[in-house]
Nanobody, 127 residues
Framework: QVKLVESGGGSVQPGGSLRLSCEVS????????IGWFRQAPGLEREGISC???????LYTASVKGRFTVTRNIPKNTVYLQMNGLEPEDTAIYYC?????????????????????WGEGALVNVSS
């Protein structure tokens, strides 16, 4: 049974940091991409980062240089380190078995026959 579980969300002041984890069960991360998405209040969900199947990290422009995606294959976990958080980063963050969005130089999509999402982790950035 495939399952993705996010953790590490919370409240932080502007300029602060959080690290989200996405623990995957039911298949090995080795050879599969995991995407990070977020949905802010009143806005559509957007893809913000991708740990691609070959270990390449991709980011959307608004988080590049502040967020870092990594993975630990033995632990079957993908991480999103978020530094320099801004109020505009307030959203529910999801990991998923797909990557989609304006990542890198253009629109990027990595989709598999399976489509699984975590339940989300709330990140609130306010003073």
């Amino acid at each position: 049974q495939v399952k993705l579980v996010e953790s590490g969300g919370g409240s932080v002041q502007p300029g602060g940091s959080l690290r989200l984890s996405c623990e995957v069960s039911g298949f090995s991360l080795d050879g599969f991409a995991i995407g990070w998405f977020r949905q802010a209040p009143g806005l559509e969900r957007e893809g913000i980062s991708c740990m691609d199947d070959d270990g390449t990290a991709l980011y959307t422009a608004s988080v590049k240089g502040r967020f870092t995606v990594t993975r630990n294959i033995p632990k079957n976990t993908v991480y999103l380190q978020m530094n320099g958080l801004e109020p505009e980063d307030t959203a529910i963050y999801y990991c998923a078995t797909r990557c989609e969005g304006y990542l890198g130089s253009g629109y990027y999509s990595r989709v598999y026959g399976m489509d699984y999402w975590g339940e989300g982790a709330l990140v609130n950035v306010s003073s």
